[in-house]
């Protein structure tokens, strides 16, 4: 079975720059002008002091895993895509990012390996999925 093209996340008006931007190949994250956190995931109003003055920035795409796992079964997901690398990535502007890692398997991969973003097709032209491939630095 495959899962190409990739089924399309909800997208909300507060969420819908950020898929956009993926699917122009560029990861944003939203930045407070408040209290200057940077965050992922994109929400109208900042985690840290809970201030409506965010914008989005650029990402430049890169960081490091942070923590992983993998993982034999996920209900819904292609047997022939199994097994799957979830990981934690800590993006170099701070925030970290649960995804997938793809073009590798959990054994060549350590806590600190860099990674870049890459984006994966969805169903919808204006949407793709950031996931994170080992950059061999």
């Known amino acids: 079975m495959s899962w190409e093209p990739r089924p399309v996340p909800a997208v909300t008006p507060e969420t819908a720059p950020y898929w956009e931007a993926a699917a122009e190949g560029r990861l944003l994250l939203r930045r407070c002008d408040d209290c200057e956190l940077t965050f992922y995931y994109p929400r109208a109003r900042?985690?840290?002091?809970l201030?409506?003055?965010v914008d989005w920035i650029?990402?430049?795409?890169t960081g490091t895993v942070y923590?992983?796992?993998?993982?034999?079964t996920v209900g819904a997901w292609p047997e022939d895509e199994l097994p799957l690398v979830l990981a934690y990535v800590e993006l170099a502007e701070g925030p970290r990012m649960l995804t997938a890692l793809q073009?590798?398997?959990?054994?060549?991969i350590e806590?600190?390996?860099p990674v870049e973003v890459t984006f994966v097709p969805?169903?919808?032209?204006?949407v793709s999925i950031?996931?994170?491939?080992?950059?061999g630095d």
């Open 111 to 113: 806590i600190g390996t």
């Open 122 to 126: 969805t169903a919808s032209d204006d």
């Open 58 to 61: 650029e990402a430049d795409g």
């Open 130 to 135: 950031p996931v994170f491939e080992p950059t």
């Open 46 to 49: 900042c985690p840290d002091c």
């Open 103 to 108: 073009g590798c398997d959990a054994d060549s």
């Open 51 to 53: 201030g409506d003055d």
């Open 67 to 72: 923590a992983y796992t993998e993982t034999m």
